[in-house]
């Protein structure tokens, strides 16, 4: 069975400071994967995605993720985090059928920003 | 990208009264929709995938004769939350696919 792990339930950086949130997967074939974000009571905004190709994907926002499969991590990455980022942010990982079929999410990190 | 609408946005129901939330994909047509529920300070659950004309197909331990979703259109998927009771307030959040899955802004539930 799929799963999604986020290690880290809450993160607090400095406005300026960079920033990693930590996602690893268990996907019995190759993965589609995805970092949403969610604002205080907000759906979800996809911010980037891995299906194939280049492993290191560029998102909206100034956001980048890096696939590393023999770590079965997929870690997003911000290098200057701005108090607008303040948010919870969801890994995701889907079958490599189609992009948004079925998603298991994992439990979400909130991120706080000091300013 | 495309704009999926959630509508309410918030409800407060009686216990034992049934309440609608619609989900509608205002500038693609959707042929499926999902249904997700989200308890706090957890992640989101698929209750059921909806396809277009047909039945929608609940994930395991999803009472289908409590959430009742119906996807009459390409761009209109309704969860109702039947003979409603606590336990079922929650946030409930729908996407809807077409390359990818777009999520609305989700209803929170509340049952007293």
């Known amino acids: 069975a799929q799963s999604v792990t986020q290690p880290d339930i809450h993160i607090t950086v400095s406005e300026g400071a960079s920033l990693e949130l930590r996602c690893n997967y268990s996907?019995?074939?190759?993965?589609?994967l995805f970092w949403y974000v969610q604002s205080p009571g907000q759906g979800l905004q996809l911010l980037l995605k891995y299906f194939s190709g280049d492993t290191l994907v560029q998102g909206i926002k100034g956001f980048e993720a890096e696939f590393k499969r023999s770590q079965s991590s997929f870690n997003l990455r911000k290098p200057s985090v701005h108090w607008s980022d303040a948010a919870e942010y969801f890994c995701a990982v889907g079958p490599a059928t189609g992009g948004g079929n079925k998603l298991t999410f994992g439990t979400g990190t909130q991120l706080k920003v000091e300013l | 990208g495309a704009v999926v609408s959630q509508h309410p946005s918030r409800v407060i129901c009686k216990s034992g009264t049934s309440v609608k939330i619609e989900c509608r994909s205002l500038d693609f047509q959707a042929t499926t929709m999902f249904w997700y529920r989200q308890f706090p300070k957890q992640s989101l659950m698929l209750m059921a995938t909806?396809?277009?004309?047909?039945?929608?197909?609940?994930e395991q331990g999803v009472e289908k004769d409590k959430f009742l979703i119906n996807h009459a259109s390409l761009t209109l998927s309704t969860l109702t939350v039947t003979s409603a009771h606590p336990e079922d307030s929650s946030f409930y959040i729908c996407?809807?696919?077409?390359?990818?899955?777009?999520f609305g802004q989700g209803t929170r539930l509340t049952v007293v």
């Open positions: 996907y019995g074939a190759t993965p589609y």
């Open positions: 996407s809807a696919k077409a390359a990818e899955a777009f």
């Open positions: 909806s396809n277009e004309g047909s039945k929608a197909t609940y």
